[in-house]
C-alpha cells in the first residue's frame, strides 16, 4: 500500500501521523518548508517527507501552480490512496480533477465551526466543504462529528470513519531529550496546547487559578 499524505498545516500532528501510517504502508508526507525543523526525524525506509514552499490561501495564481506540481508529483510517485490531512485548503479542490484515477481521504478536524473562529470564517466555507463533499471518503475523530457530518453534508454514511484523535508522542519525546520535570515549588501551573483564540474560554479558566 501506498499513501500520499497532504498537510499543509499542523506540523505535528502530520509528521506523527506519517510515521504511524508508515508502519503498514509507504507514505509520501507533503508538506509546507516553512514548518521544516532538524527537531522533526529524518525520512525512513518507509516515509518519504517533501517540505514544499507552499503558497498561502490568497495567493491565486502561485497557489494554482503549486496544485499543479504538487498533483504531477504525486501522479510520479503513484500512490494507492491520496489522504488530505485538513478539509480547509481551499485549493485542495484543484487536485480532484487533476488525481481522478487515484481515491481521495480527507480528515475533517472540525465538522462544525468554532464559535468566534474567524481564522477560519474569512475561509470561504462553501468552497472547503466541496473538498469534503468530492472526496471518496472522509475521517472524522467521534461518533458525534460522525452524526453531524452526515446530517451536514450529503455523504453516505458508509464514506465517513471514524478515527479518535491520539496523543501526540512527540511532546514526551521532547520532555525527554531536554530533561523537562515538574517543578516542586508549589506554584500552580497551566500547559495549553492549540490556538489562543477567544472560544477556548481561557479567561474563565484564569478566573478560576
Not at 517533501?50 to 508529483?73: D, E, G, I, K, N
Not at 457530518?149 to 508522542?169: D, G, K, Q
Amino acid at each position: 500500500m501506498r499513501v500520499a499524505l497532504i498537510a499543509p498545516d499542523i506540523p505535528d500532528y502530520a509528521v506523527e501521523f506519517a510515521q504511524t501510517i508508515a508502519e503498514q504502508a509507504d507514505v509520501l508526507l507533503c508538506i509546507p518548508d516553512k514548518y521544516q525543523s532538524q527537531s522533526y526525524p529524518p525520512t525512513s525506509d518507509r516515509l518519504e517527507v517533501r517540505w514544499l514552499p507552499w503558497p498561502r490561501q490568497r495567493q491565486l495564481l502561485r497557489s494554482t501552480l503549486f496544485m499543479t506540481r504538487l498533483a504531477r508529483q504525486i501522479r510520479r510517485w503513484k500512490p494507492d490512496v491520496v489522504h488530505v490531512l485538513m478539509d480547509n485548503y481551499i485549493w485542495t479542490n484543484l487536485l480532484f480533477p487533476m488525481l481522478r484515477r487515484t481515491a481521495i481521504l480527507t480528515t475533517v478536524h472540525d465538522v462544525r465551526l468554532h464559535p468566534g473562529d474567524l481564522r477560519m470564517a474569512r475561509v470561504a466555507r462553501i468552497l472547503s466543504n466541496r473538498v469534503v463533499t468530492c472526496s471518496d471518503a472522509i475521517l472524522v475523530h467521534g461518533d458525534e462529528l460522525r452524526q453531524q457530518a452526515t446530517s451536514i453534508w450529503p455523504i453516505n454514511s458508509e464514506r465517513c470513519f471514524v478515527l479518535p484523535l491520539a496523543p501526540l508522542r512527540r511532546y514526551r519525546e521532547v520532555a525527554d531529550e531536554k530533561g523537562f520535570t515538574k517543578p516542586n515549588d508549589g506554584v500552580f501551573r497551566v500547559l495549553f496546547f492549540g490556538r489562543i483564540c477567544e472560544y477556548k474560554g481561557l479567561r474563565y479558566l484564569l478566573g478560576t487559578c
